[in-house]
């Protein structure tokens, strides 16, 4: 199996904590780093899908959502994660 691309390593991280798989610690704790160490990849693979990315699931959505209740955070992720991925089906543009 080859190396998984960056973007789709960062869009597996959010669909763990979306399914239950990882706890919203885990979230916390993780998610700037990875985007941190992922993102000049996702740029350099896909600038327009890691713009998207980085609006919706860090701008408007690790950011906004840092100090909802765990479940309104879950919710409130998982709207910005459909909102990416209509992005996705529209073409990001």
Known sequence: MGKMKS?????????DY?????????WDLDFNHYLIEHY???E???????ECFGFYLS???FDRAEHLPD??????IRKQFDLFNAA???GLG
């Open 7 to 15: 973007a789709d390593f960062m869009i597996a991280f959010v669909q």
């Open 18 to 26: 979306l399914s239950g798989k990882s706890d919203r610690l885990t």
């Open 40 to 42: 000049p990849k996702m």
């Open 44 to 50: 350099r693979e896909d600038p327009e899908l890691a």
């Open 59 to 61: 701008d408007e959505g």
């Open 71 to 76: 479940a309104e955070h879950k919710e409130w």
């Open 88 to 90: 996705l089906q529209d």
